[in-house]
């Protein structure tokens, strides 16, 4: 038999087992809660750490959104002023279209005018009109007016260019220059001419024509004479026919010079606004 006392210690040895397991199981817990609560937190902290990279680029994006805010806001008022510009330059050029297109429609109706006007003399008198170097001009043949080598009127002369004066003479606020011209022929003996060149013999016709006008009405303020000689021919002086064409008397009706003008300045600033419009770009 065992003692007492040994019995005793014998029979609480199952309860220290036990109770020994109890406490490894509950160690044993305790470090699995541990490791579990590590793994959470080092899992955590990864997210943490991806969130705030993602918020410092949504930051960065809008700190650009903002400077490109504030870029756009301090250029508005440089767009604002090239839109203007351009708008100006626009209306500009409408208007210098527009008085050039008045400027065109005048000059059709003048022209057209100044035809229907020597529609008759076109064909009786070989009277021309026609436009040259944006220039209306009414051309008329030098055998016409004058005698061969001669600068005074002729009979026939005289009798055509009243006709021709008073055609013109509706045409009141209009200048005009009377250019005579000659074929390249030079003047065989300037002693019974009594010119020394084409250059005497194509101005005495200019002026004679130009004062006859001046007698049958036409405003002296608003004609003068000018001698071409044969440097300003219209057909080749080496036919027959060609210099029959180039010895003329040719009335120029001189362009609206204020009008043009206007369409100058016009031009000037419209070109102006579209220069500062390029720098603006």
């Known amino acids: 038999m065992i003692p007492s006392r040994h019995r005793r210690t014998y029979d609480s040895v199952p309860i220290m087992i036990i109770r020994m397991k109890a406490s490894f199981s509950a160690l044993l817990g305790g470090v699995i809660a541990v490791i579990s609560v590590s793994a959470s937190c080092v899992v955590s902290e990864s997210k943490y750490k991806s969130k705030q990279q993602e918020l410092q680029v949504c930051q960065t994006e809008r700190d650009?959104?903002?400077?490109?805010?504030?870029?756009?806001?301090?250029?508005?008022?440089?767009?604002?002023a090239r839109m203007q510009d351009e708008l100006n330059a626009s209306r500009d050029e409408l208007e210098a279209l527009r008085k050039q297109r008045e400027e065109l429609d005048k000059q059709l109706a003048e022209y057209q005018s100044l035809?229907?006007?020597?529609?008759?003399?076109?064909?009786?008198s070989g009277i021309k009109v026609d436009v040259r170097r944006g220039?209306?001009?009414?051309?008329?043949?030098?055998?016409?007016?004058?005698?061969?080598?001669?600068?005074?009127?002729?009979?026939?002369?005289?009798?055509?260019?009243?006709?021709?004066?008073?055609?013109?003479?509706?045409?009141?606020?209009?200048?005009f220059i009377v250019a005579g011209h000659t074929d390249n022929?030079?003047?065989v003996?300037?002693?019974?001419?009594?010119?020394?060149?084409?250059?005497e013999l194509s101005t005495a016709r200019a002026l004679n024509v130009t004062r006859?006008?001046?007698?049958?009405?036409?405003?002296?303020?608003n004609i003068a004479a000018a001698g071409y000689a044969q440097y300003d021919s219209v057909r080749s002086n080496k036919s027959k026919r060609g210099r029959q064409f180039n010895r003329?008397?040719?009335?120029?009706?001189?362009?609206?010079?204020?009008?043009?003008?206007?369409?100058?300045?016009?031009s000037k600033k419209a070109g102006k606004a579209g220069q500062a419009k390029g720098r603006t770009k």
């Open 64 to 80: 650009d959104l903002a400077a490109e805010r504030n870029s756009l806001r301090n250029k508005l008022p440089q767009l604002e």
């Open 115 to 124: 035809t229907d006007r020597f529609k008759e003399m076109v064909s009786t």
């Open 135 to 175: 220039r209306m001009i009414v051309s008329l043949p030098s055998s016409v007016l004058f005698a061969s080598g001669k600068a005074d009127l002729s009979e026939r002369g005289s009798q055509t260019l009243r006709k021709v004066a008073s055609k013109l003479r509706d045409f009141r606020n209009r200048r």
């Open 185 to 187: 022929v030079p003047i």
């Open 189 to 199: 003996d300037s002693a019974q001419t009594g010119f020394a060149d084409n250059w």
């Open 212 to 221: 006859f006008l001046v007698k049958s009405g036409l405003n002296p303020r």
């Open 248 to 266: 003329r008397i040719e009335l120029i009706l001189e362009p609206r010079l204020p009008d043009f003008r206007k369409l100058a300045r016009l």
